[in-house]
Structures are given as structure tokens and as C-alpha cells.
């Protein structure tokens, strides 16, 4: 209830999401086995690195699904697909605020989410 209080007053100002999410997110990989080396990449460009697992990065939202890939020695690759959703505060900007509130979003991706934490298994070779 507070954080809906806290839209409608600023909502003149900025956008919920960019309140009260951010533009960015931590983003927590756990594999198994541990200590995997294992990169993030969006649209084919590798954006972040976590070495060793469990560990985590922090990201930068975006409306393009992030790949992840993580590599150990003696194991197959295992690549897992983590698909941007929408941010709780999104649906709020909408049907509160209109489109002022959802376009400040959308634009420094406040918006969008991603599943965190990603647990991914690793097949022995």
C-alpha cells in the first residue's frame, strides 16, 4: 500500500518502476556442481561475468532476453535462456499514470525484470 502511495504522489514526476526498482538488478547463478565459470550475454554480446559460482552480477535491465552460459571443466556446457518480464510497478504506471509513467520506464528499462536466482546443472562429460 505505501509503495502505491508513493506512485500516485510522484507520479507526476517519474515513473514507479524507476522508483521503485531501478534500472538495474542483481542477478544470483547457482550451479551444480559449484564453481562454474559462466558469462551473461544479451543479443550475442557478453555483458557480464560470474567466476566462480554461486556468485552474482549486477545488470542492467533490458527488454532483450539475457543467455547464460556456464562452463567447467569436465562437464558439458549447460546454457540457460532468462527471458525479460515486466516489473510489478510497470502494470501500475499504466493503468494509474498512462503512458507518461510506462515510456520513462521502458526507456531506462525499469521495467523489466529478470528470474533471479538461476540455478542451472551441469552434465558430466
Not at 57 to 83: F, P, Q, R, W
Request: aromatic share 4%; with cysteine.
Amino acid at each position: 500500500m505505501k509503495r502505491l502511495l508513493a506512485c500516485i504522489a510522484m507520479l507526476p514526476l517519474c515513473a514507479c518502476a524507476s522508483i521503485m526498482e531501478g534500472s538495474t538488478q542483481e542477478v544470483l547463478v547457482n550451479t551444480n556442481p559449484a564453481g562454474a565459470a559462466c558469462t551473461l550475454a544479451r543479443e550475442g554480446q557478453v555483458f557480464a561475468h560470474i567466476n566462480p559460482t554461486p556468485g552474482a552480477a549486477t545488470i542492467k535491465k533490458s527488454k532483450h532476453d539475457m543467455t547464460i552460459v556456464c562452463k567447467k571443466d569436465g562437464y558439458e556446457d549447460a546454457t540457460y535462456l532468462n527471458h525479460s518480464g515486466s516489473e510489478g510497478a510497470t502494470w501500475g504506471n499504466i493503468v494509474l499514470g498512462g503512458g507518461i509513467g510506462w515510456a520513462v520506464d521502458s526507456a531506462n528499462g525499469s521495467d523489466n525484470h529478470y528470474e533471479s536466482p538461476v540455478n542451472i546443472t551441469l552434465n558430466k562429460k
